[in-house]
């Protein structure tokens, strides 16, 4: 991995934080973990890589983050499709070999190692809300609220812990950040987080 010094950091550096932070000794204090996965941002739609976008449609809060943290300048996609992207994301494993190879078809075989499962392990108090895409319910999260399959843009139904569906008025980009705003907020603080 390279890192830009003028702009430092991708969300995809919480992947390298996830795998330093299992390496930190037990007296020492463990980061916290905060990944944020957003659907159909090519390098060429983030302004702080510098691409031919970057002054027509810049990212001014994603590339705060990059300021603060690494660009990835020599990474690889493993697969570009929702579900299966966040299944390689959660397994460290290709399409193939964790099962997810598309939208369609069986679940998300939960059963294999993910790294919720290491970081509540750790100690890490976990959550994940707002798109899951995996045809299943997260496993290893102490708290969820996913959108079922794709999800609506508009007044979006969320998948509650007990499995009951719950619509939220308004925009699911903002309603996704409250309920993670509030989450943060009212989780133990005595505990790192994921």
């Known amino acids: 991995m390279q890192l830009n010094t003028p702009m430092k950091a991708h969300v995809l550096t919480i992947l390298a934080s996830a795998s330093m932070s299992l390496m930190v000794s037990a007296e020492q204090k463990r980061p916290n973990i905060l990944f944020l996965f957003s659907d159909d941002h090519a390098l060429k739609s983030i302004s702080a890589y510098g691409g031919p976008l970057k002054d027509i449609a810049p990212t001014p809060y994603i590339d705060s983050i990059a300021e603060e943290g690494a660009i990835f300048e020599n990474s690889f996609c493993g697969n570009s ?9 959660l397994t460290g494993k290709h399409s193939h070999k964790n099962g997810f190879m598309r939208n369609t078809g069986k679940g998300f075989d939960q059963s294999q190692w993910t790294v919720a499962k290491a ?5 890490y108090t976990t959550a994940v809300i707002g798109k899951w895409h995996l045809h299943t319910n997260p496993v290893a999260f102490d708290y969820w609220e996913v959108l079922p399959g794709q999800g609506s843009y508009y007044n979006p139904d969320f998948i509650q812990m007990d499995g009951s569906k719950k619509k939220f008025q ?5 309603i996704t950040t409250d309920k993670a705003i509030k989450w943060l907020d009212g989780r133990d603080k005595d505990k790192p987080f994921f």
Request: aromatic fraction near 6%; include cysteine.
């Open 119 to 123: 970081l509540k392990g750790a100690g």
């Open 81 to 89: 499709i929702c579900g299966p992207s966040r299944a390689s994301i």
């Open 170 to 174: 308004g925009y699911v980009t903002d």
